[in-house]
């Protein structure tokens, strides 16, 4: 990290110390997605600090004190995602990242150290790591830190707490000896301690990963595949054309009515002429319809958290030939233990999983020419409903394929259709071919697509609402118009509550119980108020806090 003072994305505050704002998160986003698709041949990434005696100060606190509520909170989930990212790529493709703390790492500084597998620190009587958000500003670690420390580190929990009550954090022995990291080195063999770590990591064979405390990360260390080839692709900038009322890319579009506070995101499905071979999938590059769409995806559901704070409802619809996905799918499927197909699969799992932790009302509409089939089909799976026309003269299907079967899980760990079926587990085979059982997340089987049209949807559990000709513009319409008549603070806290169905993760943890909190937390007076410790921090007037309890 070498964060530019100067370089921020609002006005009033510096990024001194290596803090930073949501830019600079925007760049690690980015710098890891580029690792995954433009270096497969990178087995060891290593995060340090170009400036002296400081690794990185964490989320710029005036920066936060200045922001809104919502920035706040989206914020944190953004940064929470980058740091889920770095797990995803050390758990799925092989790679360790360690990270190498040549100075002090304290807030959210130490909390993507902490999502590294590896943690060193410089002992050099001054450098320390700290979670120093409770004590000095009234909020909570913003990007995982709690949970990572017990769920992951396995830290005791009695030291869990002094350690996230202790502005000044630990130093060296002791933070070694609570677990806080792995090793410590005087400033003279720092760099030669992590340079031999990395030599021992990039010459062992593909998938041995070496033993560490952060180990449980490594749950399938002995089973990714062999990188094969050097050459990654290069991904390009993506191509968006915008209007006051629409943001149109490629494969996916956004129409905002924000009169009525709702959009429609439309993806498009792939052509029908897409190669086959990892050969020929590798030469159209970030072209591949997979690759191209759900990048675009990704993009347009960052755009509506960000910059579209009214919209509180949005319509998932597809466009295409329900083969053509199918196709594709299959060509996924079957290719998966290619590095290339291994990452398109695994990113596209990682941008539906935002869809799930993203804070708006999700509709899926089919409708004649839609194409929710195999991984289209996840979209109005992690809708909160799905409306189905069911008309006589035309027809509608939506269809299931491999990847349905557990290529791309949620947070929970589930698929869509285990989470959906819960009390009916049998269901889920019968709907996948009765062949098929979920596993990994890059764990599919071979089976054939199951289509169904509308009575069979709904009969099956896979639609919520199967309107007809007559009464489909009126239902919609009113659907809409009840659903942003709500209070969204109350759909949010609805929403996140029923999306997550089944076993608890870290990451479950993290969205759902910590993100919860901190968003309560942003806006209690302790916090943001005239009087609060975030407000105050750095001015001489001291935090009042009201003591009472709740």
């Known amino acids: 990290m070498d964060v530019q003072e100067d370089q921020t994305l609002a006005e009033g505050y510096k990024l001194k110390l290596n803090s930073y704002d949501l830019g600079v998160d925007i760049e690690l986003a980015d710098a890891i997605q580029r690792l995954r698709f433009e270096h497969p041949e990178v087995r060891a990434v290593v995060l340090s600090s170009l400036k002296p005696r400081i690794f990185c100060a964490g989320a710029n606190i005036y920066m936060?004190?200045?922001?809104?509520?919502?920035?706040?909170?989206?914020?944190?989930?953004?940064?929470?995602?980058?740091?889920?990212?770095?797990?995803?790529?050390?758990?799925?493709?092989?790679?360790?990242?360690?990270?190498?703390?040549?100075?002090?790492?304290?807030?959210?500084?130490?909390?993507?150290?902490?999502?590294?597998?590896?943690?060193?620190?410089?002992?050099?009587?001054?450098?320390?790591?700290?979670?120093?958000?409770?004590?000095?500003?009234?909020?909570?670690?913003?990007?995982?830190?709690?949970?990572?420390?017990?769920?992951?580190?396995?830290?005791?929990?009695?030291?869990?707490?002094?350690?996230?009550?202790?502005?000044?954090?630990?130093?060296?022995?002791?933070?070694?000896?609570?677990?806080?990291?792995?090793?410590?080195?005087?400033?003279?063999?720092?760099?030669?301690?992590?340079?031999?770590?990395?030599?021992?990591?990039?010459?062992?064979?593909?998938?041995?990963?070496?033993?560490?405390?952060?180990?449980?990360?490594?749950?399938?260390?002995?089973?990714?595949?062999?990188?094969?080839?050097?050459?990654?692709?290069?991904?390009?900038?993506?191509?968006?054309?915008?209007?006051?009322?629409?943001?149109?890319?490629?494969?996916?579009?956004?129409?905002?009515?924000?009169?009525?506070?709702?959009?429609?995101?439309?993806?498009?499905?792939?052509?029908?002429?897409?190669?086959?071979?990892?050969?020929?999938?590798?030469?159209?590059?970030?072209?591949?319809?997979?690759?191209?769409?759900?990048?675009?995806?990704?993009?347009?559901?960052?755009?509506?958290?960000?910059?579209?704070?009214?919209?509180?409802?949005?319509?998932?619809?597809?466009?295409?030939?329900?083969?053509?996905?199918?196709?594709?799918?299959?060509?996924?499927?079957?290719?998966?233990?290619?590095?290339?197909?291994?990452?398109?699969?695994?990113?596209?799992?990682?941008?539906?999983?935002?869809?799930?932790?993203?804070?708006?009302s999700f509709f899926a509409i089919i409708e004649p020419g839609s194409c929710f089939a195999g991984n289209l089909l996840e979209l109005g799976l992690a809708a909160d409903r799905g409306y189905m026309l069911n008309s006589p003269d035309k027809k509608l299907e939506i269809a299931t394929s491999e990847l349905n079967a557990g290529a791309l899980p949620m947070s929970n760990g589930f698929t869509r259709l285990q989470s959906r079926f819960l009390a009916e587990p049998e269901k889920v085979d019968e709907l996948l071919n009765g062949n098929a059982q979920a596993g990994s997340p890059l764990t599919t089987v071979r089976m054939a697509a199951r289509r169904h049209d509308t009575e069979a949807a709904e009969e099956a559990g896979l639609i919520t609402f199967a309107p007809d000709d007559l009464d489909w513009e009126d239902e919609i319409r009113l659907a809409i118009e009840e659903r942003t008549s709500l209070s969204p603070d109350a759909l949010t806290g609805m929403e996140a509550s029923l999306r997550f169905a089944g076993p608890e993760t870290m990451d479950t943890k993290i969205y759902g119980r910590l993100t919860a909190w901190q968003n309560w937390i942003f806006q209690r007076p302790n916090a943001v108020g005239p009087n609060g410790a975030l407000t105050n921090y750095g001015k001489p007037t001291k935090a009042r806090f009201d003591y009472k309890r709740t």
């Open 64 to 360: 936060l004190g200045t922001s809104s509520h919502a920035f706040k909170v989206n914020f944190c989930k953004f940064t929470n995602e980058t740091r889920c990212a770095i797990e995803d790529d050390s758990r799925h493709s092989g790679r360790r990242y360690i990270a190498a703390l040549n100075g002090t790492a304290s807030g959210g500084g130490y909390e993507l150290a902490i999502a590294c597998d590896e943690i060193y620190l410089v002992d050099d009587g001054n450098s320390a790591v700290s979670l120093p958000e409770v004590p000095l500003l009234g909020v909570l670690p913003g990007t995982g830190g709690l949970t990572r420390l017990v769920d992951k580190r396995k830290v005791r929990r009695d030291r869990a707490d002094v350690f996230s009550t202790l502005a000044e954090g630990l130093k060296g022995k002791r933070a070694k000896d609570w677990g806080l990291i792995d090793d410590t080195f005087p400033t003279s063999k720092f760099q030669e301690a992590v340079d031999e770590r990395v030599a021992q990591i990039v010459n062992l064979p593909v998938g041995k990963i070496p033993n560490s405390r952060a180990e449980e990360r490594a749950q399938d260390n002995t089973s990714f595949p062999e990188v094969g080839e050097k050459s990654g692709i290069k991904l390009n900038p993506l191509e968006i054309n915008s209007t006051d009322d629409t943001r149109d890319y490629k494969y996916v579009a956004l129409k905002f009515h924000r009169e009525k506070r709702y959009a429609d995101l439309t993806v498009r499905g792939p052509e029908s002429d897409l190669p086959n071979s990892p050969r020929e999938i590798q030469s159209l590059g970030d072209a591949y319809w997979p690759l191209r769409a759900y990048r675009e995806l990704d993009d347009a559901l960052l755009y509506l958290r960000v910059n579209e704070a009214e919209i509180g409802l949005v319509c998932l619809r597809t466009e295409g030939s329900i083969d053509d996905v199918l196709g594709v799918d299959q060509a996924l499927a079957a290719n998966r233990d290619h590095w290339l197909i291994r990452e398109i699969i695994l990113h596209m799992a990682r941008v539906l999983r935002r869809l799930d932790l993203t804070a708006r």
